[in-house]
């Protein structure tokens, strides 16, 4: 009786087989592209039995490749593949999918939904990833975001791939890779524009930095800091060594974003007058450059590897830009009237970090709008 219906289940999966198209394969009696089931499988195979048994619908022990995650197929190819956690009472059962993305996920060519966040994926994301027809900046049709994916990302995704937990991952480089420093400038406040001649201690000098990040959200203390060359030059604030150095950092920053902050510091009137100074900016992580050899701390050896910048000031000159530079080209004009109208208009009436906020917000009220706008105009007309 068992040898009959063996030979029976042998007939009826030829019948359905022949059905089937070239390049497909019949499974539950349907036909499913076999490139695309294959996919699948890898994915499975590189989890190394780390996926979470929940989607083991059959309960035979064994996750087959049209029960991982959520999926939905037309004409027999895949369209949708969301490894999303899943929710039951409002608890989340993470899926755990781990390993590598398969090279061949171009094969993928009809897919038009592609979820993976929060699992275990680790290593280089195949730059083939950008081949498919997706939107990549909607994170409700790709989403990789709480991975251990590791940097550089394809160019396509890198300002998308969001926050990657690479710190136990054996990547070459940490995700905080692209951090740099940009509009290094400096002004006086409350004085003359000079850089402290001997007969002028009044005002306070600042220089204004950008942080910006230009790779994927670096979630590790990210912050700068900033070196004198000179003896007598003093920051106040911050976490420097000594009074030559100034250092501080924020808890992150997101992809493509732009912290700015003004320092202020102060130059002794000793220093004679035409002495050059240099002023040098780098982006760092929190412990960056500390000997991590017998340190627990995660964080320690995480440096950014951007090129850092330079700005020289001399003694009896004048600083480079002033209040109301917005545009930071050295002079306040009409110029910058256009470039605060325009960052008001995109921005609305709130707090930003970024520079041009803190170099235009000439009322100090931590708001950009046109109270702004008319106190740089009357700075430039009494110019």
Do not use: K
Request: one cysteine or more; a negative charge; charged letters at 15%.
């Amino acid at each position: 009786m068992n040898r009959i219906y063996f030979i029976l289940i042998f007939i009826f999966s030829l019948v359905i087989s022949q059905d089937c198209e070239t390049g497909f394969i019949p499974i539950d009696e349907e036909c499913y592209f076999e490139q695309d089931i294959n996919i699948l499988d890898t994915f499975i195979e590189n989890s190394n039995d780390s996926i979470n048994m929940i989607l083991d619908i059959n309960n035979n022990g064994v996750i087959e490749p049209l029960e991982l995650c959520d999926q939905e197929w037309a004409n027999g190819r895949i369209i949708l593949f969301d490894c999303y956690p899943i929710i039951i009472n409002g608890n989340y059962n993470w899926l755990d999918v781990s390993g590598e993305i398969p090279n061949n996920i171009t094969d993928w060519e009809y897919i038009e939904v592609f979820i993976m966040s929060y699992n275990d994926l680790s290593g280089l994301i195949p730059d083939s990833i950008c081949e498919l027809d997706l939107d990549f900046s909607d994170n409700s049709i790709f989403d990789l975001n709480g991975n251990a994916l590791c940097p550089p990302y394809p160019a396509c995704i890198e300002t998308y791939i969001n926050n990657q937990d690479t710190m136990f991952s054996d990547c070459e480089l940490n995700v905080c890779y692209n951090l740099g420093i940009s509009d290094f400038i400096s002004y006086d406040l409350n004085g003359d524009n000079i850089v402290n001649p001997y007969d002028d201690l009044n005002g306070t000098g600042y220089l204004g930095i950008n942080l910006f990040n230009n790779g994927p959200a670096c979630p590790y203390y990210p912050g700068i800091r900033i070196q004198s060359n000179t003896e007598g030059v003093s920051f106040y604030g911050g976490t420097g060594t000594d009074i030559l150095e100034f250092e501080t950092w924020w808890y992150a920053i997101e992809s493509q974003g732009v912290y700015g902050l003004n320092i202020p510091f102060e130059i002794s009137p000793f220093i004679p007058e035409g002495t050059p100074i240099t002023f040098t900016a780098e982006a760092v992580t929190l412990h960056c450059e500390e000997d991590c050899s017998e340190s627990d701390d995660p964080y320690c050896n995480m440096c950014p590897i951007t090129d850092p910048i330079t700005l020289t000031l001399t003694v009896g000159s004048s600083f480079t830009n002033a209040l109301g530079d917005a545009n930071f080209d050295g002079q306040v004009d009409v110029l910058d009237v256009i470039e605060l109208v325009s960052y008001v208009l995109n921005i609305g009436d709130y707090y930003s970090w970024e520079l041009v906020f803190l170099m235009t917000d000439l009322n100090f009220d931590y708001n950009l709008n046109i109270q702004d706008i008319i106190l740089l105009v009357n700075i430039i007309l009494d110019s």
